[in-house]
């Protein structure tokens, strides 16, 4: 098992174990709860977006900073359009996913919601490369 240290902030990059453990779990949990039975009666709506956008925008900003973090160093522009694409991708899975369960449905403005998050998680990690959460060896 990894130590708590290996979590602790670091100046280098992180090890692709660790990134990419990060971002396994982190899309596991995204899947788990795109799956699971929502019960009806939940709030819907904050001012003019529903809770459901913001919860996708948000959960995907993650996924979106976590695989541009994980990818190799090279081109930072290559790594945005790859991560965004990846999270866009993965979002778009699970919609279609959602199609097939009866409790759930295929939504575009999720997809569209899962793409702005991912781009936008892929802009932040462009931009403060030094917040990741990964240290550079194992």
């Known amino acids: ?38 019960p009806s009666g ?7 977006l529903s809770f459901d956008t913001l919860a996708h925008a948000s959960f995907y900003a993650v996924l979106g900073a976590l695989l541009f973090w994980a990818l190799p160093q090279g081109n930072r522009i290559t790594k945005l ?6 999270a866009l991708i993965f979002g778009f899975i699970i919609e279609l996913i959602q199609r097939l369960l009866p409790w759930r449905s295929f939504e575009w ?22 917040l990741h959460l990964f240290k550079l060896t194992k």
Do not use: C, N, Y
């Open 1 to 38: 098992m990894d130590s708590a240290a290996e979590m602790l902030p670091d100046h280098g990059r992180p090890s692709s174990a660790t990134a990419g453990r990060a971002v396994a779990a982190w899309a596991a949990l995204i899947l788990v709860l795109s799956v699971i039975h929502i």
């Open 109 to 130: 403005k999720d997809a569209l919601s899962d793409l702005t998050g991912g781009a936008a998680g892929a802009v932040f990690a462009l931009l403060f490369p030094r």
């Open 81 to 86: 359009i790859i991560a965004a694409a990846a």
């Open 42 to 48: 939940l709030p819907k709506e904050f001012a003019f």
